[in-house]
């Protein structure tokens, strides 16, 4: 009789035990999967975002790689080959001729482009201590050359 209620007690003991460890480990596995939906929203969130700001590329936007196709031209050989000869102009001496100001602390060089889309690049240019933004058209002519014109500039107040 006293192997019985020693088992008995022993077996609701192990149940009991082995009750608040399996509530854990849901409580655990409900955390985590909260945790892992809201990183997804996130990831999604992001994913939107970057498929938004990528629309205002050239790799991005489905039309103008069309347009460039259409020329017989595929657009990362022209988007290379837009930013050579751009920085290419940074390497001569003087200021880098696409940029409409002299430079004051020294050369005004580019810094950066973004391809906009198959027809413009926005360009940040430096002399070092005063900076600014230009807007430049390319093209390319009957000949298939690089055509570069600078449309809009803007030199930041020191």
């Known amino acids: 009789m006293y192997l ?20 854990s480990q849901e409580n655990k596995i409900e955390n985590l999967e909260a945790k892992v939906e809201k990183q997804n929203d996130s990831i999604e969130m992001l994913n939107n975002k970057i498929r938004n700001l990528d629309y205002f590329t ?21 988007e290379a080959t837009v930013y050579d000869a751009i920085y ?22 580019i810094n950066k482009l973004k391809f906009l889309n198959h027809k413009w690049i926005l360009a940040d240019f430096t002399d070092g201590k ?11 002519n009957e000949k298939k050359e690089l055509v570069l014109n600078t449309i809009a500039s803007f030199l930041y107040p020191q």
């Open 130 to 140: 005063y900076w600014g933004e230009m807007i430049l058209e390319y093209s390319f």
């Open 4 to 23: 019985f209620f020693f088992a008995l007690l022993f077996i609701i003991y192990q149940y009991m035990n082995e009750k608040s460890i399996f509530e």
């Open 88 to 109: 290419e102009y940074n390497f001569e001496k003087g200021n880098n001729p696409l940029v409409p100001f002299d430079g004051m602390n020294g050369d005004m060089k």
């Open 58 to 78: 050239l790799q991005g936007n489905e039309n103008a790689m069309t347009y460039l196709e259409n020329l017989g031209f595929e657009a990362a050989i022209v």
